[in-house]
């Protein structure tokens, strides 16, 4: 099947920076997808280029098997874009908007969608409201609305959750959940690392412009340990190489460990004691992709 | 196709909604060129036989609002755009470079056309006149239109602030056109300055769409349309090359 999304060697130069330095990437039709990475680590360069806003110096993209620059209108027309700032378009109300994004897409009579989009995404009171009118979090649905209205199968949100309150974000990811369940592709760019490990089935990460880790979110979870075991300590203490080998990180003044198996604990606590550590405190738990972010980001 | 038709209709939409500012404003400060200059040199000026100065002030007070707000239609709208953000709605959908154009100019046209037509009938309880060749009249407003649109297509893609679109509205469009004939004949001018009219495109605008009210000009009307129609071709292809390249539109 054709892929949703494919990237072969994009690079980007903005002057001294390099934006993105060699990306490779294939997104199979009908997968939750998502990129994350720091600030200016390449994501929006590379949706801007896959969406034609942006033009990399090398490399090829399509969408739906569509060159985007070679076949650009069938590509555009196959992707939906809500994009990072909060823009909009002072002059026209929320429905006003959408049939005019309707029309941009050649689409003439599209007013039961609308109403749909419109519906789900809680607003239809304000569908005759300008669009000055609107909350913060309000004009955030406005432009998911927009990039909903042609009906595009592959649909990429970059943060779209910035700055909408935790009701409102829920019905949105219940909308958004639907539309993959329907059969659309998402890509989605987010800070909010939990709703990625919650959403996505395949994650990629990014960092100064390239892929430095890119699998299934349950593989990534694993990729440093199974477990965690988080120790608060009285007063900090040399460890010996082995043992400092399985710290993970510094949270709090405490150290937390990774291990694959529970009778590893037992060890652990053992060397912490020897190298004369007084145990304050301790938890057991999952690592989550934030501690899985970090710690690739680290080691890149 | 209609992605185009739609952008055209929403760069329509967009000065209508706020006519007050895009058309009626500059209708009314035309005519208040018109009242004062006419009531202050009506019996000392008469720049063409048989015509009197009032007369020969409303051709060129109606082509100067045409080509005044067929430029700032473009220009404004596309720095609102980038400078808000929202141009990346009229970017991300399938819409061609050339149909981008087509639909900023003729949008910069129609907005032209209309103040141009508001401020001849404002006018008319003024002044009275017979229109010689109405088709000076329309193919001068159209590529005049044109020309002020395209180039507010360039400077709203160029301008990375308002200050600089002022620069160069105050600075390029606003004296070519004031030293375009629109207040007096050229004749009256020095040799020199006469020559130098002759290197401002706007002049053959203003002069063969005088030409279109009384039949009489500076010069050829046929020059003026050549003129005009050059310079038209020259910026239609630079905003068009701009706009293929993406430049300050796609990064």
Not at chain 1, 190 to 198: D, R, S, V
Request: charged fraction near 15%; include cysteine; proline fraction near 5%.
């Amino acid at each position: 099947m054709t892929p949703a999304i494919r990237i072969a060697g994009v690079t980007k130069r903005f002057r001294s920076l390099q934006a993105l330095a060699g990306v490779d990437l294939e997104v199979a039709q009908g997968e939750f997808f998502g990129l994350l990475g720091p600030n200016g680590a390449g994501k929006t360069t590379l949706i801007s280029s896959l969406s034609g806003l942006a033009r990399p110096d090398s490399g090829t993209l399509e969408v739906m098997g569509h060159d985007v620059v070679r076949d650009y209108r069938a590509a555009r027309m196959s992707l939906g874009v809500v994009p990072q700032e909060l823009v909009f378009d002072p002059f026209f109300s929320v429905r006003e908007m959408l049939v005019l994004q309707s029309g941009y897409f050649g689409l003439k009579k599209n007013d039961d969608w609308i109403d749909e989009i419109l519906h789900h995404l809680d607003l239809t009171p304000k569908a005759n409201a300008n669009m000055r009118m609107l909350s913060g979090g309000m004009k955030r649905r406005a432009l998911v609305a927009q990039a909903l209205v042609h009906r595009p199968p592959v649909i990429v949100l970059d943060e779209p959750t910035a700055g909408v309150d935790v009701e409102l974000r829920q019905g949105l990811w219940a909308f958004i959940r639907k539309l993959n369940q329907d059969g659309h592709t998402i890509v989605l760019t987010t800070h909010y690392l939990e709703e990625a490990e919650t959403l996505c089935g395949r994650i990629a990460m990014l960092k100064a412009g390239r892929i430095v880790a890119l699998d299934t979110t349950a593989n990534l979870l694993q990729r440093f340990a199974s477990h965690l075991l988080q120790v608060k300590l009285a007063a900090p203490v040399a460890l010996p190489p082995l043992l400092a080998a399985r710290v993970l990180r510094e949270v709090d003044g405490g150290l937390e460990f990774g291990f694959e198996h529970f009778d590893d604990v037992a060890d652990i606590l053992a060397g912490v004691r020897a190298a004369g550590g007084s145990i304050v405190d301790m938890a057991l738990g999952k690592p989550d992709m934030e501690q899985v972010f970090v710690g690739i980001m680290n080691q890149n | 196709m209609e992605g185009f038709k739609t952008l055209l209709y929403k760069e329509c939409l967009r000065f209508w909604k706020v006519g007050f500012q895009t058309v009626l404003s500059p209708v009314l400060t035309a005519v208040l060129y018109l009242l004062i200059f006419g009531h202050v040199l009506e019996d000392h000026v008469q720049p063409f036989p048989g015509v009197n100065y009032t007369a020969f002030l409303v051709p060129g007070l109606v082509m100067m609002t045409v080509l005044q707000n067929a430029f700032a239609n473009s220009s404004s709208s596309l720095i609102q755009s980038k400078i808000t953000g929202n141009i990346v709605f009229v970017l991300l959908p399938p819409i061609s470079y050339r149909e981008f154009y087509a639909a900023y100019v003729i949008a910069a046209v129609l907005r032209g056309a209309m103040c141009g037509a508001g401020v001849l009938l404002a006018a008319l309880p003024f002044v009275s006149f017979d229109i010689a060749q109405p088709g000076w009249i329309v193919a001068f407003t159209l590529i005049g239109g044109a020309f002020l649109g395209s180039l507010g297509v360039i400077a709203g893609i160029w301008a990375d602030k308002f200050d600089q679109l002022a620069a160069f509205q105050n600075f390029l469009i606003m004296p070519l056109t004031m030293l375009s004939g629109v207040f007096y004949s050229i004749h009256s001018l020095p040799a020199f300055w006469q020559g130098v009219s002759h290197f401002n495109p706007f002049f053959f605008m203003i002069d063969g769409f005088r030409y279109g009210f009384f039949g009489v000009s500076d010069v050829s009307p046929w020059t003026s349309i050549g003129v005009v129609l050059t310079c038209f071709v020259v910026l239609a292809v630079v905003t068009l090359q701009m706009l293929a390249r993406g430049y300050k539109l796609r990064a």
